[in-house]
């Protein structure tokens, strides 16, 4: 017998496909596993409602799932409470550091240009700058290293 523990635990294990060093439960984008007989409901918070991803990662859940041996899959989109930076959790954060990418500010909200510090996640230099408040992704911003004069992404608070 398959348990809601086994459900999450499989679809917390997928990962993001835009940031694959992190799972979905490391993005905070799975927001929760429920199971009802043979029924099982992975929800889905997208970092932004238009995230062009989201199809994408239904489709791995429900793929991971019924590989694990569930019949019955629905995943479904849950917008209300909206994800936020703050959902990534310091596993991600740490994920993310280790792959170059700067970790958002826990939180902080930020709408305008960056107000505080950054780190370089290469050599950890504060004297960091910011060359493009847009990035490969939309919830990325592109930064310099005055230090190393390595580039690097940095994921934006929302």
Do not use: N
Request: glycine letters at 8%; hydrophobic letters at 40%.
């Amino acid at each position: 017998m398959v348990t809601t523990l086994t459900a999450w635990e499989v679809a917390a294990a997928v990962p993001d496909p835009e940031l694959p060093m992190l799972t979905l439960a490391d993005l905070g984008v799975l927001a929760g596993v429920e199971e009802d007989g043979d029924a099982v409901t992975a929800w889905l918070t997208p970092t932004y409602s238009g995230c062009p991803a989201v199809a994408e990662m239904a489709a791995d859940v429900d793929a991971r799932l019924r590989a694990a041996g569930f019949t019955d899959v629905r995943v479904r989109l849950r917008l209300d409470p909206p994800w936020s930076t703050d959902s990534i959790t310091e596993e991600g954060r740490r994920k993310l550091a280790e792959a170059g990418i700067a970790p958002p500010v826990h939180g902080v909200l930020q709408l305008g240009p960056t107000r505080h510090v950054v780190g370089c996640p290469q050599c950890g230099s504060r004297d960091t700058e910011e060359l493009s408040r847009f990035g490969s992704t939309s919830c990325k911003a592109l930064w310099r290293c005055r230090s190393c004069r390595e580039p690097f992404e940095r994921i934006k608070e929302i």
